[in-house]
T-cell receptor
Framework: DAGVIQSPRHEVTEMGQEVTLRCKPI?????LFWYRQTMMRGLELLIY????????DSGMPEDRFSAKMPNASFSTLKIQPSEPRDSAVYFC?????????FGQGTRLTVV | AQSVTQLDSQVPVFEEAPVELRCNYS??????LFWYVQYPNQGLQLLLK??????LVKGINGFEAEFNKSQTSFHLRKPSVHISDTAEYFC??????????FGKGTRLHILP
């Protein structure tokens, strides 16, 4: 398996634009997580899904953020409109048997 | 709710010296505990995990950690570090469900 695949690896966008981050989990994993990493706040859990259903979205910072998992092999995290303070590295992870596997992350820069 | 505290944001250590990275957790239920490593510009990789059984857990790259329930700690150790161990290390806790909460990380600097 190729592991968790995230795209794009880097994204630079202007403030106010919509940004969509994509994730393909490892086949057979039933949980998927979105994390945000910044120097100030460390690694924050934004939302996680189990069997494609959102279980806990308490970490989603505000209504500008939304996440979907339409099927077991794909998830998106959307920011609309984006703001400079959203600049961070966003990680997707999938898990099975109490072990989470991370993607390489998407480095988002909002200017 | 669970939480994880990594007491040191940065730890400098000389090459071939031993190192301990500290981690404390809080939870009202039984937990699973993890250490992950993040090399520059990469995602996190699992070093080791404690699910049950022996409180001393051995992981990859010569690392080990000891679960201490009375002190709610899960400190990571290595007897002799190498320059290639330079990375950020994250302690994490799960309430035996799916949700995994991470600490803020500890940057390990290996000095020549």
């Amino acid at each position: 398996d190729a592991g968790v695949i995230q795209s794009p690896r880097h994204e630079v966008t202007e403030m106010g634009q919509e940004v969509t981050l994509r994730c393909k989990p490892i086949s057979g994993h039933n949980s998927l997580f979105w994390y945000r990493q910044t120097m100030m706040r460390g690694l924050e859990l934004l939302i996680y899904f189990n069997n494609n259903v959102p279980i806990d979205d308490s970490g989603m910072p505000e209504d500008r953020f939304s996440a979907k998992m339409p099927n077991a092999s794909f998830s998106t995290l959307k920011i609309q409109p984006s703001e400079p303070r959203d600049s961070a590295v966003y990680f997707c992870a999938s898990s099975q048997a109490n072990e989470a596997f991370f993607g390489q992350g998407t480095r988002l820069t909002v200017v | 709710a669970q939480s994880v505290t990594q007491l040191d944001s940065q730890v400098p250590v000389f090459e071939e010296a031993p190192v301990e990275l500290r981690c404390n957790y809080s939870s009202s239920v039984s937990v699973y505990l993890f250490w992950y490593v993040q090399y520059p510009n990469q995602g996190l990789q699992l070093l080791l995990k404690y699910l049950s059984g022996s409180t001393l857990v051995k992981g990859i790259n010569g690392f080990e950690a000891e679960f201490n329930k009375s002190q709610t700690s899960f400190h990571l150790r290595k007897p002799s570090v190498h320059i290639s161990d330079t990375a950020e290390y994250f302690c994490a806790v799960s309430d035996r469900g799916d949700k995994i909460i991470f600490g803020k990380g500890t940057r390990l600097h290996i000095l020549p």
